[in-house]
T-cell receptor, first 108, second 114 residues
């Protein structure tokens, strides 16, 4: 299967700070998504981004498929951004593979 | 539009019993996939259904099975429960074939096996 590595594993930020989360994957993919899992366990889809750059408010993501990585940027972090961020990848006819996540804690 | 609905939210079972979990996808979504999440193994794919057909299956024993109905609702069943089956079980739906569709997750069913 596809190996998915996320870094850093843990991140503690002061409210208002910016951060970059990284996702590396071992094979070509045609589907890449970023999720936020809140403290209650719900996984929220942040971006469907197999390639290119997208922005949604304070969050943006970039995937460079040819170099097999994706970045999630969080600007002006808020306490509600706390939780675990997962990257998931897939290629044709295959299953989704999830990374081990980045646990983010935003301190007021 | 209602989101993905999973029932029940919590379940406590005894070793050896079996359990059935239910997932109702977002209206119009035809693909449903199931995942197991544990602290040790993270998020692992169980299986995916599209138009009542299992399209992919993860590396889980045969005790884990699923099905999808004509209305796209899906169930998964775990027989002969083991302590290690304690986990958060998540269901996700997508509009079409999951190669090019965003996944939308339900709130999950937290299963505890004693």
């Amino acid at each position: 299967g596809i190996q998915v590595e996320q870094s850093p594993p843990d991140l503690i930020l002061q409210e208002g700070a910016n951060s970059t989360l990284r996702c590396n994957f071992s094979d070509s993919v045609n589907n890449l998504q970023w999720f936020h899992q809140n403290p209650w366990g719900q996984l929220i889809n942040l971006f469907y981004i197999p390639s290119g750059t997208k922005q949604n408010g304070r969050l943006s993501a970039t995937t460079v498929a040819t170099e097999r990585y994706s970045l999630l940027y969080i600007s002006s972090s808020q306490t509600t951004d706390s939780g675990v961020y997962f990257c998931a990848v897939k290629n044709t006819g295959n299953q989704f593979y999830f990374g081990t996540g980045t646990s983010l804690t935003v301190i007021p | 539009k209602a989101g993905v609905t999973q029932t029940p939210r919590y379940l406590i079972k005894t070793r050896g019993q079996q359990v059935t979990l239910s997932c109702s996808p977002i209206s119009g979504h035809r693909s449903v996939s199931w995942y197991q999440q544990t602290p040790g193994q993270g998020l692992q794919f169980l299986f995916e259904y599209f138009s009542e057909t299992q399209r992919n299956k993860g590396n889980f024993p045969g005790r884990f099975s699923g099905r999808q109905f004509s209305n796209s609702r899906s169930e998964m069943n775990v027989s002969t429960l083991e302590l290690g089956d304690s986990a958060l079980y998540l269901c996700a739906s997508s509009l079409g074939r999951s190669e090019n569709s965003p996944l939308h997750f339900g709130n999950g069913t937290r299963l505890t096996v004693t």
